[in-house]
């Protein structure tokens, strides 16, 4: 079954403690990329790869890094987050950036 | 960069009605123009999606009209049902082929709602 796989789907953290979200595919894509939405915001981009090592910010990269080592795993990484980080968190993939993307089921973040 | 202006952000019809959500895009390379939906705590899913070669295009219940010259786009849902009640999300993105980037840029979204 094609699908893209996020962990957690559910974390709650304190300000400050690192913390990775992890997402798989299994469709062989090359384009990977994480959003986040929140409320009266939409998705917004957070960073995109294009392929294995090739990655780009979004339109809100800040206090987000990424990697993209495996052709199926684009993990986000928060080296410290904060409250304004607490939104939910969606990865996707796609053939292309103008293929269809396949979101995964996403990621609610809780930074106290 | 990209901005994708979406309205209205609800929209309330009755159940048979039509639906129709516009955006409007600001960079004049992008080429491509996908449409999501998502219903209540689920993922989005794409629905539709047209390029700029196209100027409409439609799937059963649902068209997608393109108005390059005017950069704006629209969604329309003839007999509308329950089961069409979600958000809406509107996107556009360029490619470096029409001297942009590879970001997905979306709208704020569409809350709709049928009533029955």
């Known amino acids: 079954e094609a699908q893209v796989t996020q962990n957690p789907r559910y974390l709650i953290t304190v300000t400050g403690k690192k913390l990775t979200v992890t997402c798989s595919q299994n469709m062989n894509h090359e384009y990977m990329s994480w959003y986040r939405q929140d409320p009266g915001l939409g998705l917004r981009q957070i960073y995109y790869s294009m392929n294995v090592e090739v990655t780009d910010k979004g339109d809100v990269p800040e206090g987000y890094k990424v990697s993209r080592k495996e052709k199926r795993n684009f993990p986000l990484i928060l080296e410290s987050p904060s409250p304004n980080q607490t939104s939910l968190y969606f990865c996707?993939?796609?053939?292309?950036?103008?293929?269809?993307?396949?979101f995964g089921e996403g990621s609610r973040l809780t930074v106290l | 960069g990209e901005n994708v202006e979406q309205h209205p952000s609800t929209l309330s019809v009755q159940e048979g009605d039509s639906a129709v959500i516009k955006c409007t895009y600001s960079?004049?390379?992008?080429?491509?123009f996908p449409w999501y939906k998502q219903e209540l705590g689920k993922r989005p899913q794409l629905i539709i999606d047209i390029r700029s070669n196209v100027g409409e295009k439609k799937d059963q219940r649902i068209a997608v009209t393109l108005n390059k010259t005017a950069k704006h786009f629209s969604l329309h849902i003839t007999e509308t049902q329950p089961e069409d009640s979600a958000v809406y999300f509107c996107?556009?993105?360029?490619?470096?082929?029409?001297?942009?980037?590879?970001?997905?840029?979306f709208g704020t979204g569409t809350q709709l709602k049928v009533e029955l």
């Open positions: 996707a993939s796609s053939f292309s950036v103008q293929g269809g993307l396949f």
């Open positions: 960079d004049s390379a992008s080429n491509y």
């Open positions: 996107a556009a993105s360029s490619n470096i082929l029409t001297g942009g980037g590879n970001k997905l840029t």
